[in-house]
């Protein structure tokens, strides 16, 4: 079988040989992060229709972590494009992180159509390395399709735990690699390498669960779902929530 998926990984290599030039030049990541906030502004209406009952239902007590404020103070890590503001509520305090630069004028716009939200400032810098949130500064983290980019997964929980108050909770939402048994799991496999590196890093087989339930948080809740989604690839999911 890994045979076969070699192969299949090298006729994808030679579709794909220009962008793989590219990458070897060093012109690929420099593309990549131009183009990639553009296809997201596009790819999260679709997601957020299909998945919009989801959202609300993992959003929907977000208020049972208002802190001694009287106001949520909730840090959105590789924020993207905003595509959640819709389903914060209202008077949710937000601040955002992502280490491309280039989806601000994307966030901006979401910004701007959701005026229930009091957004706090967007911070370029990497989940691993948070250093300009203050220990407890957080009320709730979320994270949603961003840890199967991230390079440190254990570090981006770490520096989650860092920055939540105790009683905080970190929310995701994240595709992940199928069951292993799968005919899903064998094309993620297939496809990981290319699309790796036509998603900015994004990873298909990615177990992104055992972090989070290794993530020493107190209370976990943690589902795994099928999403309804026309791209096969990535439904497999994991969502729900931990304490600090
Ligand atoms: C697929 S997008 C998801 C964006 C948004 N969270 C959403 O749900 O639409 C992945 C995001 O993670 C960001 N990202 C990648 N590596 C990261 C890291 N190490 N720390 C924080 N964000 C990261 C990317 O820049 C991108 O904005």
Redesign the pocket.
């Known amino acids: 079988m890994a045979f076969v998926i070699f192969v299949l990984q090298l006729v994808i290599y030679i579709l794909l040989f220009p962008m793989y030039l590219l990458n070897f030049l060093g012109l690929w990541k420099w593309i990549c992060k131009i183009w990639f906030p553009c296809f997201?502004s596009r790819f999260?209406v679709i997601y957020n229709k299909q998945m919009a009952s989801k959202k609300r239902e993992l959003f929907s007590n977000l208020q049972e972590f208002v802190g001694p404020s009287g106001k949520l103070s909730l840090l959105e890590?590789?924020?993207?494009?905003g595509?959640?503001f819709k389903f914060y509520p209202p008077e949710c305090r937000v601040t955002c992180?992502?280490?491309?630069p280039n989806?601000e004028k994307y966030l901006f716009k979401s910004i701007a159509e959701n005026r229930h939200l009091q957004f706090e400032r967007f911070m370029v810098g990497?989940?691993?390395n948070m250093h300009q949130v203050a220990d407890g500064a957080m009320d709730v983290v979320v994270c949603?399709?961003?840890l199967c980019?991230?390079?440190n997964q254990e570090q981006?929980l770490r520096e989650v735990r860092r920055v939540l108050r105790p009683g905080g909770a970190f929310y995701f939402l994240e595709h992940v690699a199928a069951e292993r048994s799968t005919w899903n799991y064998f094309w993620q496999q297939v496809f990981d390498p290319s699309w790796n590196l036509v998603f900015?890093?994004?990873s298909l087989t990615r177990e992104s669960w055992k972090t989070v339930e290794r993530g020493g948080f107190s209370k976990l809740r943690l589902q795994h779902l099928q999403a309804p989604l026309s791209w096969v690839l990535v439904r497999p999911h994991i969502y729900g929530y931990a304490v600090k």
């Open positions: 997201l999260t890590l590789g924020c993207g494009t595509a959640n992180i992502d280490p491309n989806f990497v989940g691993e949603t399709l961003v980019s991230v390079q981006i900015d890093g994004c």
